[in-house]
Every structure is written in structure tokens, then in C-alpha cells.
């Protein structure tokens, strides 16, 4: 019999790569990680990984055998759910990755409507990047999160996950007000870049320092894609990942930026002059797969939705 917890070790070796990697997200010691796979190929009796030194890599058998392991998983998330739903519905602890602008402009408010739903619940939120949204829901480390998308960096499927749609924003070229206007660099030839209007939005500031988030963050990604669909590749000069703190930067004359709707404040950025684009920053709720119907992540998943202003709110899909 296949023991589910070594399914679960082959999986993520799967989804991570390295011994050391699963060891590190799961608290494990990478030799714990080794012999617990090495049990898993004695009871699927044949080879699961090729071994080449250091490195190791799933066989066919092995790569076959994390489907099975998917769809085990999300059988038992399913399971997991009916019985929270018929033991006592919404109660205990929720860990909730959120990342910093969600925190702040959606989460405090789905919280209350969640405190008052369910009282039994207790939220537990921790500011987390969406990049790394995956890998915690996989290792148990949080049971829901928020995750976002840009136009110009797509979210890639995510084994074991499922996501909902939320909302979506407007984006926004942020620039110090008062500035002399800049003068746009030629456009890049027909077809190799977004609508002319937003391209030349960016174009106009081509020249100028740029602020953006750390590398590694989808932020950054989509601040340096958006630029170079424009035709340049921005020089950036100060990296920060709260907007609010990007929008400072803006106001005192350091540079330009992309900044999403939620990230401004609701009159505005007192000297900073801000351009809508034409892309957009879209938010959906992502857990384990087979875990939607679960009593509390369907609680504070309904939260959220009340929390959205309804301007940027998505509709549910119906059916």
C-alpha cells in the first residue's frame, strides 16, 4: 500500500527539484527526505528516481505516479472539507497569505465581515509575495491566499492549486507632477507592441529612472515586460515593494513608476501626476485543489467577495 504522506514527499521533489528544496519547505532533514523515498519505491516496486551524484530526477514510472499522487491529494482535501462541514462548519485556524496591497485595502474588512459570520473562525494573515503563494499552500503552510496577475506576466498553471477570480484593477504610469514633459522615443515597428496610446504613455518616459519592485516579484517582472513591449528597457534606480513607499519616491522627484489602483490612495498621491494605462492587475483566491468547498475557506472566500468595492468586483462563475 502506497503511503500517502511519501506521495506527498514525491510530489513536491517533483514540483521542487532538489531533495534539499523539499527538505527545506517541509522541515524535514534531506536525508528523512531520502529514506522516506526510498521506502515509497520499495512499496511501488520498481525504480521512482534516477540518481547521477548529486542530482536526481523522477522516472517515467515516478512522473506517472505524482499524477496519481494530484489526484489522491485532492480527493482527501475533499474529504477533509465534508467532514469540517458536517463535524461543525466554519471554526479553528485559517493561515492566509495575502500580499501587501490586498492586506491592506481588502483583507481588514473581509476580517470583520468574517469575525461576524463566523465567530468560531481564527484568521491567521501573513504578508506573503504571490510568487511564493504555491509552494506554502502545497506544504500546508497556509489554507487560502491572494494571488495576482499583470497583462504582461501571466500566472502559469499551479499543480495542486485551484483559483477563483476576485477582482480587477487599472493601472497607472506614476510621475512627478509639475515635471517638464518628456519627449518620446520613435515607436517600435507595427504590431511588435501593446495599443499605441499606452506604449507611448511608457515611450515618454524611456529616458527617465524608474522605480520598481524587487527582482524576483511579478511586480518587477511587469514593470520591466510592459517597458520593453513599449520598445526600451527601463533604468531603473530604486526598487521598493510598497507602492506606498514607490509612490514617495515619485512625489520626490526619483523617478517614474507603474503602480495598480489599490496601491494609490483614495484621493490620490498629492504630487504625483498618474496616467491610466490600458493593462490591468487581476486578484483571485487560490487553495489546494478539492479544498473550495471546505466551510472555512468558502467562508472567508464569500468574505473577500463582500469586501471588494463593486467597480472592480469579477462576477462569480455561474454553473
Request: hydrophobic letters at 50%; one cysteine or more; a neutral charge.
Amino acid at each position: 500500500m502506497l503511503d500517502v504522506r511519501r506521495l506527498r514527499l514525491l510530489r513536491e521533489l517533483a514540483r521542487r527539484g532538489t531533495i534539499a528544496a523539499v527538505a527545506e519547505a517541509l522541515a524535514f532533514s534531506p536525508s528523512a527526505v531520502s529514506q522516506q523515498l526510498a521506502v515509497l519505491e520499495r512499496e511501488a516496486g520498481l525504480p521512482l528516481l534516477e540518481r547521477t551524484g548529486r542530482s536526481v530526477r523522477l522516472t517515467p514510472a515516478g512522473q506517472n505516479l505524482v499524477g496519481h499522487a494530484e489526484a489522491v491529494l485532492e480527493r482527501l482535501e475533499e474529504a477533509a472539507a465534508e467532514l469540517a462541514e458536517a463535524r461543525s462548519g466554519p471554526s479553528g485556524a485559517l493561515r492566509i497569505g495575502a500580499f501587501p496591497t490586498a492586506t491592506r485595502a481588502i483583507v481588514p474588512a473581509a476580517l470583520v465581515t468574517l469575525a461576524r459570520r463566523h465567530p468560531g473562525l481564527e484568521p491567521m494573515v501573513s504578508e506573503t509575495d504571490p510568487a511564493a503563494v504555491a509552494d506554502a499552500l502545497r506544504a500546508g503552510d497556509l489554507d487560502v491566499a491572494l494571488v495576482h496577475e499583470y497583462d504582461f506576466v501571466p500566472a502559469p498553471p499551479e499543480p495542486g492549486l485551484a483559483t477563483e477570480p476576485l477582482y480587477r484593477e487599472a493601472m497607472y504610469l506614476a510621475a512627478p507632477a509639475g515635471a517638464p514633459a518628456p519627449v518620446p522615443v520613435p515607436a517600435p515597428r507595427p504590431g511588435s507592441g501593446p495599443a499605441p496610446d499606452q506604449g507611448s504613455v511608457l515611450r515618454a518616459h524611456a529616458h527617465a529612472p524608474w522605480i520598481t519592485a524587487t527582482p524576483g516579484t511579478l511586480c518587477h517582472a511587469m514593470t520591466v515586460r510592459a517597458c520593453q513591449a513599449a520598445g526600451f528597457t527601463p533604468r531603473v534606480r530604486h526598487r521598493a515593494d510598497e507602492f506606498a513607499t514607490v509612490l514617495a519616491l515619485v512625489a520626490a522627484g526619483q523617478g517614474v513608476a507603474v503602480v495598480p489602483q489599490l496601491g494609490i490612495p483614495e484621493h490620490g498621491a498629492p504630487a504625483v501626476a498618474l496616467t491610466r494605462l490600458l493593462m490591468e492587475r487581476r486578484t483571485r483566491v487560490a487553495f489546494r485543489s478539492g479544498a473550495a468547498s471546505h466551510p472555512a475557506v468558502a467562508a472567508f472566500g464569500a468574505a473577500l467577495r463582500a469586501a471588494v468595492p463593486p467597480e472592480l468586483a469579477i462576477p462569480e462563475a455561474k454553473g
